[in-house]
Nanobody, 123 residues
Framework: QVQLVESGGGLVQAGGSMRVSCVASGRTFSRDTMAWFRQPPGKEREFVAR???????DYADSVKGRFTISGDSGKNTVYLQMNSLRTEDTAVYYC?????????????????WGQGTQVTVSS
């Protein structure tokens, strides 16, 4: 059974930094794609960033230049380094994985999801 587990969330002040992690088990995703989505309070889940291990990276405009996705393919682990955090970044952050090099930002192309980790940015 494939499982994705996020960690590293918490409370941080605006302007600060935080790194969240995602560890996958049950399958190797080194030839596929892993991504981060987030769901702010009262809003729909939205794309944040993705990493295709044999492709490239992509970021939502709202986080470009502030967030960085990276990982260790051998450990099936991805990270999201978040800098210059804003109150608008407050959300539950979800890790996702899908088959192949996925370049779409659509949620339906990702087959596996973590349970999420809460990130709260205070002013």
């Amino acid at each position: 059974q494939v499982q994705l587990v996020e960690s590293g969330g918490g409370l941080v002040q605006a302007g600060g930094s935080m790194r969240v992690s995602c560890v996958a088990s049950g399958r190797t995703f080194s030839r596929d794609t892993m991504a981060w989505f987030r769901q702010p309070p009262g809003k729909e889940r939205e794309f944040v960033a993705r990493l295709a291990w044999l492709g490239g990276t992509d970021y939502a405009d709202s986080v470009k230049g502030r967030f960085t996705i990276s990982g260790d393919s051998g450990k099936n682990t991805v990270y999201l380094q978040m800098n210059s955090l804003r109150t608008e970044d407050t959300a539950v952050y979800y890790c996702a994985a899908g088959q192949g090099a996925i370049y779409s930002r659509g949620r339906d192309l990702y087959d596996y999801w973590g349970q999420g980790t809460q990130v709260t940015v205070s002013s």
